[in-house]
């Protein structure tokens, strides 16, 4: 049951074979058995699962079942979720117990999913290995001495791990599509603005965009279906329509005229990364695409413009957390400096007081200009690069990581952690969706294949990817963790 | 040495919007601490915020009234500090490209001319909550109610002159956002607070002198007293040997001086960056046109009409187009007694005598403009005579009738004109009063003026004050001159 794709569990569900209810406590045993060691969850809602998949299974008795009843879900620990903690991976909000909840959740619930909890993450989605959680870092089912990836960590290693199905992630830089390299699943990054971000809780306003992670991309369509659409409390998402993203999954490639960015096979990639990718890339030709090199010229700018922008926005966005209203607040303050002071200073890990910083540094009189400034007229051309290069190609391909999954610190400088990022970035600079599909391993860990399209292009990427996942097996590849314990 | 000030506000003028700039929360006063603040305000996390339409169309009525230009594309910025009534730690607000462009604002002077008033920009912000320190015994309470109530800054050249002009400016804008509807202007209860910016230079001068700001001054009254305050301690300063540094102050109205609250070296880097949760401002012009097809007649507009067209003086078209319970009350008045100078008397002398004794509003007067302007029907077309008109004015502000007709038909005020009855009531009193008539006679024609008045007086008491006094006049003079 475990290693069942939402699909297939939706099948199983919808034919009566088991009910959500045995499903969710057979995953919640799972999880109650295997996640100590793992650690992709900081909070399991058992109970309220529970209830969930007994309401799903009266729905579907009724007759009324959606596509989504009674599957299970888990959340990643940014979501705001009423009544149950929203920690974001921080200290800072380990006492914060959510009044509402996200669009999204909403979503999902009234899909009749069945969420099981919260899972671990990069505080406040800064990280690229999730050993920046309060609630410490998550191991790689595929190697528990390996980072599982951030800072959708938890929720890549818990779908990979067979403790969930599918999980939602967000990805500012990164965060869904390499984690899922990672862990040997498939994210999707959608559109900036094609899923709300109200009530997700922010890191980078103009960057930040929630997703699905599951084991295939039919799985990700029908997630993306339910999380999708305009929503009136988020003026940044797009009033434009939902397709339905399984339609177009069985589309014959033959044509697809593929780009293979220059900058994307550089120094810094791992040979046996690159080869994985160009295998990948061969079993494209053989379902007909067409394949040829492009540019994005602008692509070394877009590390250094995200570690202005980024910052800039969250020194901004993680100022409410000051002790005043919720959340961490240090004991008996003497002032109110002191009360600021020693609450973010307790509070907050050591990334986000660095990003903190920087941001404070890079908006400050004086530097605004250049760097602030700047940092968005390089994104421009960053932008512009993508459009350009979609002009003459459907989508772009590349790896979604320079190297597999390091281990669990091996990375201690966060220069070369941010490296870690150097594919993926540009993506959330430029708007554009992109997924992360398993396309092979190095030594028993998996390899992601990247797949960018342009803005609101979501059909087609999960097509492309569908197509590749109907080809190969590397998606259906199980980690020894867990396995006898099915 | 002859000084010069040069003053600038800064006027926050609170939006009539039924909800807050950014949620849904309402933003009515009064309500108990923390009852009208929703998610968004409390700045949760994963809030996010949603502009208001409303204040937006609030804001272009008011660049549209004050003659701006309205740009296309305005942008909300982050205003970053620390505080705790600031529940995101930044204010959302526009820097760089607000909603309003340079426009100006006419202001009448004491001595009825009027000065254009340039505005540098208007832009719309979120108003912020408020700290209370009392009955928290050492701690402080935060009350978010407010936190997010739309504000339009209103930023001045520094084009006044005087603590007086300064009066007046924020009086004609008090006026524009009432008339306009966009503000209660209720100044008790915040919806319009300002902060002054004051520098004093040598008359003649060009370079200006170094500015202080004098935060938070909530009242016409108070605003000119900071001012001239403020005013008189740079000079003072300056003519001593000190010089005036730049900082800001706060006004104390009971100790009526202003005191540093911190300097320029103290300042906040406010770290403005353009708010990411919320798209650019674009108006098209169709929207805008719509907006100022809705305008209503503003007070510059009213002020010229009354002169030009019903040829009211300066001064008295400048007071009945003050606010627009004024103008619309004196106008109803006209419309209905066909006169506007009588009109225009009635209501400044009469009516705003009255009211300003019992300290009532306008829009609470117990006459109504119809009332009134039936009452000054009377007078006009000589029904009633002044004496009696005032009779009836008292009894419709009493209640005592439901109209100037009512009353008069009720009191037998009816001017008498009939010659033939008020010549006999001037024969009884040349009989009764030999007297009086002896010595009018025997007087020099130059001193008969002043004694008449005491035969008009007898007559008008006989006719019980209805007699119409010109006839009378008349009537006596030939009466007695002639006999």
């Known amino acids: 049951m475990h290693d069942k794709t939402l699909t297939e569990l939706a099948a199983a569900l919808a034919a009566g074979e088991f009910s959500s209810r045995e499903l969710t406590e057979f995953l919640l045993a799972r999880i109650d058995r295997l996640d100590g060691e793992l650690n992709s969850f900081i909070t399991v809602t058992a109970d309220a699962a529970l209830e969930a998949a007994d309401r799903a299974d009266q729905t579907r008795a009724t007759g009324q079942a959606g596509p989504l009843t009674g ?416 | 040495m002859q000084w010069e000030a040069v003053i600038g506000l800064e006027v926050h003028v609170q939006l009539a919007t039924q909800s807050k700039i950014f949620s849904g929360a309402s933003t009515a006063f009064g309500a108990e601490p923390n009852t009208q603040a929703c998610a968004v305000d409390l700045g949760l996390p994963g809030v996010l915020p949603v502009l208001n339409e409303g204040a937006v169309a609030m804001a272009v009525k008011f660049g549209l009234g004050i003659n701006a230009e309205i740009p296309e594309t305005s942008v909300f910025d982050r205003k970053n500090y620390f505080y705790p009534d600031l529940p995101k730690g930044y204010q959302t607000s526009q820097m760089y490209q607000p909603i309003v462009g340079p426009g100006e604002v006419e202001i009448t002077l004491d001595d009825g001319t009027t000065k254009r008033i340039r505005v540098h920009h208007a832009h719309l912000e979120e108003d912020a909550g408020k700290s209370l320190h009392e009955d928290f015994h050492g701690m402080t309470g935060i009350d978010l109610n407010r936190a997010g109530t739309p504000l339009l800054e209103i930023v001045s050249e520094p084009d006044l002159r005087s603590a007086r002009e300064a009066a007046a400016y924020l009086k004609a804008i008090h006026a524009i956002v009432t008339y306009l509807g966009i503000s209660d202007g209720n100044m008790a209860e915040g919806s319009m607070r300002c902060d002054v910016n004051v520098s004093v230079r040598p008359k003649g001068q060009e370079t200006l002198g170094t500015r202080a700001e004098i935060k938070n001054v909530n009242s016409f009254r108070f605003v000119e007293k900071a001012i001239a305050h403020e005013i008189e301690r740079q000079v003072e300063l300056i003519e001593d040997g000190g010089t005036v540094v730049q900082e800001t102050r706060l006004y104390d109205p009971e100790a009526d001086e202003t005191r540093s609250m911190r300097t320029k070296e103290e300042a906040n880097d406010y770290r403005y960056f353009p708010c990411p949760d919320l798209l650019p401002v674009v108006l098209d012009q169709a929207y805008v046109d719509h907006l100022r097809a809705t305008l209503p007649e503003l007070p510059a507009e009213k002020r010229a009409r009354f002169q030009d067209e019903l040829g009211l003086s300066a001064y008295d078209a400048s007071v009945l187009a003050s606010s627009r319970a004024m103008a619309e009350y004196f106008e109803a008045v006209k419309d209905v007694c066909g006169d506007a100078k009588l009109a225009a008397n009635w209501v400044q002398v009469e009516l705003a005598g009255r009211l300003n004794k019992e300290g009532l509003d306008i829009a609470d007067s117990p006459v109504t403009a119809e009332q009134l302007g039936g009452l000054v029907a009377r007078v006009k077309d000589e029904t009633i005579n002044g004496k009696a008109a005032k009779q009836v004015f008292a009894a419709l502000w009493d209640g005592e009738g439901e109209s100037a007709d009512a009353i008069i038909e009720a009191r037998g005020l009816k001017q008498v004109t009939d010659t033939g009855a008020i010549e006999a ?45 010109q006839q009378v006049n008349a009537l006596l003079k030939d009466k007695l001159d002639n006999a």
């Open chain 1, 71 to 486: 599957l299970p879900l888990a959340l990643k620990d940014i979501f705001c979720t009423r009544g149950v903690r929203t920690s974001c991976g921080s200290r800072m909000l380990d006492n914060f117990v959510s009044p509402y909840d996200a669009t999204v959740v909403e979503k999902l619930a009234a899909a009749g999913s069945v969420s099981l909890g919260k899972t671990n993450m990069d505080e406040f989605a800064m990280g690229s290995s999730n050993e920046n959680s309060f609630y410490g870092p998550v191991k790689n089912p595929w190697d528990l001495a390996a980072v599982p990836g951030g800072s959708s960590g938890g929720s890549a290693a818990a779908v990979a791990a067979g403790l969930v199905p599918a999980a939602l992630g967000t990805d500012t830089g990164g965060s869904i599509r390499q984690p899922a390299a990672f862990c040997g699943i498939t994210g999707l990054k959608p559109t900036y603005g094609r899923v709300s971000r109200y009530g997700m809780v922010a890191y980078a306003s103009s960057l930040d965009q929630g997703g699905p992670m599951a084991r295939t991309a039919e799985d990700c369509a029908l997630l993306l279906g339910a999380i999708a659409g305009h929503d009136l409390r988020d003026s940044t998402s797009v009033a434009r329509g939902v397709p339905d993203y399984r339609e177009e999954l069985e589309t014959s490639l033959s044509g697809l005229k593929i780009g293979l960015p220059r900058e994307y096979f550089g120094d810094g990639l791992a040979p046996e990364v690159e080869a994985a990718v160009r295998d990948a890339i061969k079993v494209y030709e053989s379902l007909g695409a067409e394949v040829r090199e492009v540019s994005l010229p602008h692509t070394e700018l877009a590390i250094p413009a995200y570690y202005v922008i980024a910052p800039a926005e969250a020194s901004s966005n993680l100022s409410r957390y000051d002790g005043v209203r919720f959340g961490h607040r240090c004991e008996n303050p003497t002032d109110l400096v002191d009360l600021y002071k020693r609450s973010r200073a307790e509070g907050f890990g050591e990334e986000v007081k660095r990003r903190i910083l920087i941001g404070t540094h890079t908006l400050s009189e004086g530097f605004f200009d250049a760097y602030y400034k700047k940092a968005q007229q390089v994104r421009r051309l960053i932008r512009q690069d993508f459009l350009d290069a979609f002009e003459d190609v459907d989508v772009l391909m590349g790896p979604a990581s320079p190297t597999p999954a390091f281990d669990l610190g091996a990375k201690k400088d966060p220069v070369s952690m941010y490296l870690q990022d150097i594919y993926t970035i540009a993506i959330n600079l430029a708007g554009i969706p992109g997924i992360s599909v398993p396309a092979g391993f190095v030594q028993e860990r998996p390899v992601g294949l990247q797949i960018l399209g342009p803005h609101f292009a979501e059909s087609r990427l999960l097509n492309v990817a569908h197509r590749f996942q109907q080809a190969t097996d590397w998606h259906r590849r199980q980690p020894a963790f867990g396995k006898e314990n099915a």
């Open chain 2, 425 to 469: 009531m001037i024969d009884q009193v040349i009989a009764d009063s030999p007297v009086q008539v002896a010595q009018y006679r025997e007087a020099a024609p130059e001193k008969r003026g002043k004694m008449i008045g005491y035969f008009v007086g007898q007559v008008m008491k006989a006719s019980r004050g209805t007699a119409n006094p």
